[in-house]
């Protein structure tokens, strides 16, 4: 707990140092594995809209940013799930970029972005990372 809080975290900063820690040990990874790129491997995105057309509006905007897209009703049926995959950013800076550009497109569709998810190598084996967004 120390060292996190050395290092300037606070609840509020929580996500973004998460965000930080996973785009470093993608690039350290990608650096020392030849031949495989964990940060290839598609990056999930999380968007949910009441309406139907406004959740495929902005599948159509991931869509012509490179972004594979799934538009489909979510588990409990009640919202319209958008699922965006694209291989994740480089950089931090690129991360944070990425997830306001996200929050924003769900605001600007009356929607909510929920989050991410992407795959990463972790002490020799795979395991899933996820971000939520801030509150």
């Known amino acids: 707990m120390v060292k996190e809080l050395s290092r300037g975290w606070t609840p509020e ?48 905007r991931l869509r012509s940013q490179g972004f594979s897209v799934e538009v489909s009703k979510n588990a409990v049926k009640e919202n319209w799930l958008v699922l965006a995959s694209k291989a994740p950013p480089k950089t931090g800076e690129e991360m944070d970029e990425l997830r306001n550009g996200m929050e924003g497109l769900a605001v600007q569709f009356s929607g909510d972005y929920d989050g991410w998810e992407a795959r990463v190598e ?13 509150n």
């Open 13 to 60: 900063r929580a996500e973004e140092l998460q965000l930080q820690d996973f785009v470093e040990r993608a690039a350290q990874n990608a650096s020392q594995v030849p031949g495989k790129r964990p940060c290839d491997e598609p990056m999930k995105h999380y968007l949910y809209f009441p309406k139907k057309s406004n959740a495929e509006e902005a599948g159509e």
């Open 122 to 134: 972790s002490l020799g084996s795979e395991s899933v990372a996820k971000g939520q967004r801030a």
